[in-house]
């Protein structure tokens, strides 16, 4: 405990007797009001009995050790403290702290330079490890962000309230309220295999009676993620068209991603992949190399009319499996 009693109505106080207590500390007020009460008179010294008491040799106490240290025999000061017994409470898993003894101003002085250096090398310590646990807890945290990065945006795009539709946004709520999708399928492909999707596999499909969501829909200027991700969300099943600018294209490493995680949000695959030329078939994007064998079609590129139409009825059966079992 400390001694806080207010004493600096006690003018004409020269001994104060605190010996053979409890104290542990001096508290700021209690110092100030000794020196108030010293330099409120003229050549009257103060004497301050400290001895046998539980002084606190610590860090937090230090400030008090010095000013008793500047205060003890032999000084200048008029304000004279007495102290016999230090008590150390660092580490005290049991029992009494250990405690040294007091018999000269040396032996003070010993123990305050001991925890000045003690104390300087505690503080850095402590503020390393601070420093430490917060970089490790942002490696952490950062390392779980990237793990899940693909799953936060998906769930950030798709809880969003606004909604792409060729004409600008919407709200995807109030347009399927009666309709759980919009499309039935969404046409992921790249440029080299644009002039194939919108004159030949589009029109095949929606003779089909398939609605059809292609990205020469999207209007210029809307946000890409935003958008590639609410028309996946909104579509019973994902037809990517792998072409050699697949590879190295932006949208597609964003449309696999989101289609793997809208996968993973229905329990079941929605992605079929069609390879519109051979060399396509080298260096997938990362996530169709998840798809099952079966999942994947190869488009007969210069093939006889037998071929087409049994591309043309293989690729009905895959989709309409996908499709039919979207609910």
């Known amino acids: 405990m400390g001694f806080e009693h207010k004493i600096s109505h006690m003018l004409s106080l020269q001994v104060l007797n605190l010996s053979d207590n409890h104290i ?44 008793i240290l500047e205060h003890t025999l032999p000084t200048s000061s008029l304000l004279i403290l007495k102290m016999t017994t230090c008590y150390y409470t660092h580490n005290v898993s049991s029992g009494l702290p250990k405690h040294v003894l007091i018999r000269s101003k040396a032996d003070l002085f010993f123990q305050v330079s001991f925890l000045q250096k003690f104390c300087m090398s505690y503080t850095p310590l402590l503020i390393s490890l601070v ?62 295999a644009r002039e194939f999707v919108l004159e030949i596999l589009r029109p095949k499909l929606e003779e089909h009676e398939y609605v059809v969501f292609a990205h020469d829909d999207i209007l210029e200027g809307l946000p890409l993620c935003n958008v590639l991700t609410k028309s996946i969300h909104a579509s019973r099943a994902v037809v990517f068209v792998l072409s050699k600018g697949s590879r190295e294209s932006l949208e597609w ?75």
């Not at 942002?138 to 798709?158: E, L, P, Q, S, T």
């Not at 991603?257 to 051979?278: C, P, Q, V, W």
Request: hydrophobic residues 40%; contains cysteine.
């Open 253 to 327: 490493k964003i449309a696999a991603h989101m289609t793997n995680e809208e996968s993973n949000h229905r329990g079941k695959s929605i992605s079929l992949a069609m390879f519109y030329d051979s060399s396509s078939t080298r260096g997938l994007p990362e996530n169709l190399q998840l798809l099952r064998q079966d999942d994947f079609i190869d488009y007969p590129i210069n093939g006889s009319e037998d071929e087409l139409s049994a591309f043309v009825e293989d690729f009905k059966a895959k989709l309409s499996a996908i499709v039919t079992t979207t609910v």
């Open 131 to 192: 420093v430490l646990l917060f970089f490790i807890f942002n490696i952490i945290i950062g390392a779980i962000i990237h793990r899940f990065r693909w799953k936060i945006r998906y769930w950030y795009y798709v809880g969003n309230n606004k909604d792409f539709s060729p004409n600008g946004y919407t709200s995807i709520e109030g347009s399927l309220q009666f309709q759980r999708f919009k499309y039935d399928i969404c046409l992921v492909y790249e440029e080299d």
């Open 24 to 67: 542990m500390t001096l508290s700021k007020v209690f110092r100030s009001d000794l020196e108030s009460i010293v330099s409120s008179r003229n050549n009257i010294t103060l004497t301050a009995d400290l001895t046998e008491n539980v002084i606190s040799c610590s860090c937090d106490n230090l400030e008090v050790l010095e000013w």
